[in-house]
């Protein structure tokens, strides 16, 4: 993010995969596109669970999914989203959630 733009609104996601091969492919697909304006920024990363429960978190804006699993192994996905403001972040967390849901879908359609 190079720009001067001001996003006082921010919010982080994590989820946890089976594996940190989900993740890689889930981040993959999701973060290809980029917003259309640049009033919201996105960031991705693979993370292990332990990092998650660490105290770097701020446990009021954070939805977290836990399912138990290896703390050691990176494969839990963190996205980070900035925005202008609260609509403009409502709409890039709803339309990312959205693609993580048909991403999922894929996932489980394809499975072995």
Same mark, same amino acid.
């Given at each position: ?44 990363? #693979? ?5 998650? %429960?660490?105290?770097? @978190?701020? =446990?009021? +804006?954070?939805?977290? #999914? ?5 703390? %050691?192994?990176?494969? @839990?996905? =963190?996205? +980070? ?32």
């Amino acid at each position: 993010m190079t720009d001067n733009i001001s996003r006082p609104y921010k919010s982080t996601v994590h989820i946890a995969l089976p594996s940190n091969q989900y993740a890689q492919h889930l981040k993959d697909v999701v973060s290809v596109d980029e917003e259309v304006s640049n009033k919201v920024f996105k960031s991705f990363s #693979i993370v292990t669970s332990q990092e998650v %429960d660490g105290s770097d @978190v701020d =446990r009021g +804006n954070d939805a977290i #999914i836990r399912d138990g699993g290896d703390a %050691d192994e990176q494969r @839990v996905l =963190r996205i +980070n989203f900035m925005a202008t403001d609260a609509k403009m972040l409502r709409v890039a967390m709803s339309t990312t959630y959205d693609m993580i849901n048909v991403a999922l879908k894929c996932f489980q359609e394809f499975e072995e």
